[in-house]
């Protein structure tokens, strides 16, 4: 840690997944400048952030000093308040002229994670741009990047015209960006900082697990393309014992394991490593402590208080077979495992798909995974069936349609920009909903099991477009296939479909699972059951650390089955890679 403190820069910003220690790692560096005697600014624009607690200090959107650390500010930016502003602000002046639909399907435009992520950039771009700003401090961190996709938004010429105001061919959720031409100037300054690297350094924040490697890779590449090249990257987490407790072995093997499938990007450069702190990171005393390269304490009696407290945290959930039979109950229907990345909905998906099947029911799995490895089940179930949506041909398809209808239209600027709206992360789930329509249309006589569904955001967006779809159509023959006319009302209705939230016992999943389930009841969808996915609690390890942990996961449990959902249902941590049906099988022989 020593050397990255030293090499640190004007300006620091971390990307990385939900979960795996943006928030704690951007906190530890921010300590260890501060006491180096550095005046430190540090900003948050995660709308969930428990800067906080984890600072000790009541924080508010203004600069704030952090209590028993000299030389340290630290302050929460809500880009979600600020999206909303800029929302009113693009559709304000067309309430009473546009019809309702028009209206409603603006607003539903500006409702998306493109929107909160440009609102939030405006936020802090005075802290990276604005030079008086600037020079009251030695360092400013940013705890949350931009992605590669705004930053190329923010150089196209016609992001600063009305065009995605008044277009209606094919645009996303940027809206926000029209509404933002007064800051060109001080975006362009924040743009110029982010790619110099003497001034900005880039620090891309892993867990030691292969899936996250490939989403630390996938964003290095993304973001040195857009130039920023000066990059670090931490792997958060590392567990190692000499404990000979089974599950402990286990673990650290994974671990091992992990960094053999390191993309070469990232072995390219220069990283830190960072223990297993199975307490999460809170307070003044562990940030100086992880900042000291100290391991983390054991604590007496760990394992009594899981197993004493446990039992009471495991009162009133569902076993994984309970949840089987209550879904299992209408014969047929749809099933939606839904998640942020990284935390086992593909896995639970197979897991729900091959325990039906096995009873005797006719399944179909829907992936959308391009990974394709599932195969391994249908060798095993003919009851089974397995199909593949392939993303990239669908983008490719609703792409192509979208610029045709605008070919000879738009100016070369206005299509550069409806390109990079197509580029968007919010596109994929619409080019994929057709495809998505017609497999959920199925559902009326098997069962249908999807590892990957729209938002409410998608779901309304797309509701809104129909609606006003139909408006325009009223008067003519065409019409809109059954499939799509259906889907909202059987997503909505709760015997036809059950949406499973798939969530890890953490503080960032947890939250993130409670914001996507907020998302989906702006929709009128409400989540059948929320699934707990690689609980450390469950695996009976008497390792101090692992038991630690297991504590700590009772926080997050507790809170899902007492506050988020009425059927919870937990999943346990497992040694073994799942590569077979026999894997997933290993995961429910948990028994309270």
Not at 181 to 204: Q, R
Not at 566 to 591: A, F, G, H, R
């Amino acid at each position: 840690m020593e050397k990255l403190i030293n090499k640190i820069p004007k300006f620091l910003f971390f990307t990385g997944k939900g979960g795996v220690g943006k928030t704690s790692m951007s906190c530890t560096i921010s300590v260890s400048l501060a006491l180096k005697g550095k005046k430190v600014l540090l900003i948050s624009t995660d709308p969930a952030s428990n800067l906080d607690e984890v600072l000790e200090t009541p924080l508010s959107s203004s600069a704030t000093k952090v209590k028993s650390i000299e030389n340290l500010y630290a302050m929460n930016i809500n880009p979600v308040v600020a999206a909303k502003e800029y929302k009113e602000k693009i559709v304000g002046p067309y309430r009473g002229i546009l019809p309702k639909e028009a209206i409603q399907q603006m607003e539903e435009q500006l409702s998306g994670a493109c929107t909160v992520e440009i609102a939030g950039f405006n936020e802090f771009s005075k802290y990276v741009g604005d030079e008086s700003i600037i020079n009251e401090y030695d360092h400013i961190v940013l705890d949350t990047a931009p992605t590669g996709h705004t930053l190329r938004l923010l150089e196209l010429p016609s992001a600063w015209n009305d065009f995605i105001e008044h277009n209606s061919n094919g645009s996303s959720c940027l809206g926000p960006v029209s509404g933002l031409s007064d800051y060109k100037d001080l975006y362009d300054s924040v743009v110029e900082n982010l790619k110099d690297e003497s001034k900005t350094l880039l620090i891309l924040v892993s867990r030691a697990e292969r899936l996250s490697f490939i989403e630390a890779s996938n964003a290095s590449v993304e973001l040195k393309n857009q130039g920023l090249t000066n990059q670090h990257l931490i792997i958060n987490g590392v567990f190692t014992s000499n404990d000979n407790d089974e599950i402990a072995k286990a673990f650290e093997e994974k671990s091992k394991k992990a960094f053999e499938f390191l993309p070469t990007n990232l072995k390219n450069l220069e990283k830190t490593q960072i223990g297993f702190y199975p307490n999460g990171v809170v307070g003044i005393q562990s940030l100086k402590a992880i900042g000291q390269n100290e391991v983390a304490k054991e604590f007496e009696n760990s394992s009594e208080e899981l197993n004493e407290h446990l039992k009471t945290t495991l009162d009133n959930t569902l076993e994984f077979n309970e949840l089987l039979e209550n879904i299992e109950a209408n014969k047929k229907g749809l099933i939606m495992t839904m998640g942020k990345g990284g935390v086992g909905k593909t896995t639970m998906a197979s897991l729900i798909a091959s325990q039906l099947a096995k009873r005797g029911h006719k399944v179909t799995l829907s992936t959308t995974d391009p990974a394709a490895h599932l195969e391994y089940i249908t060798q095993e179930n003919e009851n089974l069936q397995i199909e593949r949506i392939d993303p990239k041909v669908e983008i490719k398809r609703h792409v192509d349609n979208v610029i045709a209808k605008n070919e000879g239209i738009l100016s070369d600027d206005d299509m550069d920009l409806l390109k990079e709206e197509l580029s968007s992360p919010c596109i994929e789930e619409i080019a994929v909903f057709e495809a998505f329509a017609n497999t959920v249309d199925r559902a009326k006589d098997r069962f249908i099991v999807l590892d990957t569904a729209p938002t409410g955001h998608t779901l309304l967006l797309l509701d809104a477009s129909k609606a006003y779809h139909q408006e325009v159509l009223k008067n003519t023959k065409d019409d809109m296939s059954e499939a799509l006319k259906n889907l909202l009302p059987r997503i909505k209705d709760e015997k036809f479909t059950k949406i499973l939230l798939t969530s890890l016992a953490e503080a960032t999943p947890t939250h993130e699972a409670q914001d996507l389930q907020e998302d989906l009841q702006r929709a009128q969808i409400k989540p059948y059951a929320w699934l707990v996915n690689r609980c450390f609690s469950l695996t009976n390890s008497s390792n101090n650390l692992i038991c630690q942990k297991g504590l700590n996961e009772l926080t997050y449990i507790n809170k899902i089955k007492n506050e988020l959902s009425n059927k919870t249902v937990l999943i346990p941590w497992v040694k073994e890679e799942i590569t077979s049906t026999q894997d997933l099988e290993n995961l429910i022989k948990i028994k309270k």
